[in-house]
């Protein structure tokens, strides 16, 4: 059983950063995919970005050369910088991380982005 615990929410001016982290623990597969999603109020849950271990990057496009998702695989922990946030980016983020037939879930963390 994978559990992932995220932290660095919080409220942030426009324009302003937030590094958001994920911690994973249990049993997992190594190789995997992991990944940062968001869901705001009265909106599908949309991903953001997603690493693979060995790397590979991909994101939403609202998001390309702002945010940035890396790893650290010794750690187990994924991170999103997340860089000129905008209203639009206030949601609820979601560490997700994938293997085989798992898909886990961490527990959420709101970020808003507010003057």
């Known amino acids: 059983q994978v559990q992932l615990v995220e932290s660095g929410g919080g409220l942030v001016q426009p324009g302003g950063s937030l590094r958001l982290s994920c911690a994973a623990s249990g049993s997992f597969f190594r190789v995997n995919v992991m990944g940062w999603y968001r869901q705001a109020p009265g909106k599908q849950r949309e991903l953001v970005a997603a690493?693979?271990?060995?790397?590979?990057?991909d994101y939403v496009d609202s998001v390309k050369g702002r945010f940035t998702i890396s790893r650290d695989n010794i750690k187990n922990t994924v991170y999103l910088q997340m860089g000129s946030l905008k209203p639009e980016d206030t949601a609820v983020y979601y560490c997700n991380m994938k293997f085989l037939r798992v898909d886990a879930w961490g527990q959420g963390t709101q970020v808003t982005v507010s003057s």
């Open positions: 690493i693979t271990n060995g790397g590979d990057t």
